[in-house]
């Protein structure tokens, strides 16, 4: 679900995209975070919601790998809230497989 959220500092003018992932596990996570930075701005910043106990480890993995930037921890977050800002120049992954890159 994507629902805007209020402004926070890091968004820098803009509110954030809000991923609402529940308790899905990253690798279903990751395909519906790529989908949807691939639409976005440069400079959006999404907030990925996750019970998912290996976010805190895929989502700065997948940024490394994408060339996104990983902003980290929502501090004032009542659940789990990752924040991820979107990069002009990301490289291409699988759409199915975003954890892999796409070789052109």
Request: proline share 12%; net charge negative; glycine share 6%.
């Amino acid at each position: 679900m994507l629902t805007p959220e209020e402004p926070e500092s890091r968004s820098y003018g803009r509110e954030p995209i809000v991923l609402d992932g529940g308790d899905r596990r990253c690798v279903q996570l990751l395909i519906e975070l790529r989908r949807l930075v691939d639409g976005l701005e440069p400079g959006t910043v999404v907030h990925l919601i996750t019970s998912d106990p290996a976010a805190p480890i895929d989502l700065p993995a997948w940024c490394h790998l994408t060339g996104h930037t990983y902003l980290g921890p929502h501090p004032t977050s009542a659940r789990p809230t990752y924040a991820v800002q979107v990069r002009s120049n990301p490289r291409a992954t699988h759409a199915h497989a975003p954890w892999h890159l796409h070789n052109t």
